[in-house]
């Protein structure tokens, strides 16, 4: 059956808003690729970061749940993320249903 996934995506807020959102559009991007259906994306905005990250203060925070049969679907996600440029953190946490 289908597995449910969030995924925090945290983005560099130096950059303009469009190319904020084609981060965001690219991450939903990888998630259609490996089977994945988003189901929400939640914007949270520009917050505070709790401790400084590549002299960063502030980021932009994104939540996109997605859900999948494909269980390698989010480790795939996370292999295309993690070289992505602009996206300082991101983690993808399994639903519990």
Known sequence: GMNKYEL???VNAKIEDEARAAVVEKAKGYIARYNGN???VEEWGKKR??????????AYYYFIKFESEN???????????????????????????
């Open 38 to 40: 988003v189901t929400e």
């Open 8 to 10: 925090a995506l945290v």
């Open 49 to 58: 970061l709790a401790y400084e990250i590549q002299k960063m203060k502030d």
């Open 71 to 97: 269980t390698d679907c989010p480790n795939e996600v996370e292999d295309n993320i993690r070289i992505m440029e602009n996206v300082i953190r991101f983690l993808v946490v399994k639903q519990e249903a």
